[in-house]
């Protein structure tokens, strides 16, 4: 997909971080903006940054089914049509897998991976049936491809995220569809990941245990130590154009990909960096 300018942009997670980035480099590609995210006041904040650009916001929480209709409907009713369509949405809790309960599944399963799959059965039939081309970005994470200790059930979520990205590419390619799927896959990017416990619904809040504070201190370093969201952003945009399926942003992943997977292969645990 070449051309972007005049096009309709969805971004979930609009209100910072990797999806603030990506709104303003869409933006600065000359497309129209649908932009949803749980902060009111950021995700104003992302639309007034954006320029001169046409935007749309909504409050979206992306674990709700009926609240990513509602985003399509409006979308698709107010707009005309969507071409590229990024579920960014994304939260990290870390810990231990046997310190994680129902009630941090539930939180990191509906954004991370419901999220996705929302986003998928909501936008993905309209976008085939307008028949143009268009691109669906899942941003999975580096942990969707390395699981690492003390990534918890984020690893788990994020593996299923890649799963979902890998089976809705194979899905179009089989049937002729004109979409096509990128895997976003970032490392230590500088954005809020760590303080992800802002946007937890007070039904699922916990009691953090000290295993889940030393992986949410140790990702808040990694953070502000990591890249610009706006080189994730633009990594995207290249990605689109070249159709591009796995978006790695780091080169050294490749290595350890292959790593991984020859580990796999002799049937041992892989290592961890």
Not at 54 to 71: C, F, W
Not at 191 to 202: E, H, M, Q, V
Request: hydrophobic share 45%; net charge negative; proline share 3%.
């Amino acid at each position: 997909m070449r051309e972007l300018s005049g096009k309709v942009a969805v971004v979930t997670g609009a209100a910072s971080g990797i999806g603030r980035a990506l709104a303003l480099r869409f933006a600065a590609e000359g497309m129209t903006l649908m932009l949803a995210d749980v902060d009111h006041g950021e995700l104003a904040r992302t639309a007034a940054l954006a320029g001169d650009a046409e935007v749309l916001t909504q409050i979206t929480d992306v674990s709700d089914a009926s609240a990513v209709r509602h985003l399509a409907n409006r979308c698709f009713g107010e707009l005309g049509a969507v071409h590229v369509l990024c579920n960014n949405a994304g939260v990290f809790q870390g810990g231990h897998m046997w310190t994680r309960d129902e009630d941090d599944f539930a939180w990191l399963l509906g954004v991370n991976l419901w999220g996705v799959l929302h986003g998928i059965h909501e936008f993905v039939p309209r976008m085939i049936e307008q028949d143009t081309e268009g691109h669906i970005v899942n941003t999975v994470s580096v942990a969707g491809l390395f699981a690492s200790p003390g990534t918890g059930g984020y690893a788990v979520t994020k593996y299923a995220a890649l799963a979902a990205s890998l089976a809705l590419a194979q899905d179009l390619a089989a049937t002729g569809a004109k979409l096509r799927v990128s895997a976003l896959c970032p490392g230590a990017v500088r954005t809020r990941i760590g303080d992800s416990d802002r946007t937890r619904p007070s039904s699922l809040s916990i009691t953090p245990t000290p295993d889940e504070v030393e992986s949410r201190e140790w990702a808040g370093r990694a953070a502000e130590h990591g890249i610009e969201p706006s080189e994730v952003a633009d990594l995207v945009v290249s990605g689109i154009h070249d159709e591009r399926f796995l978006l790695l942003t780091d080169p050294r992943y490749e290595a350890r990909l292959r790593a991984q997977t020859e580990a796999l292969l002799t049937g041992s645990l892989p290592g961890y960096q």
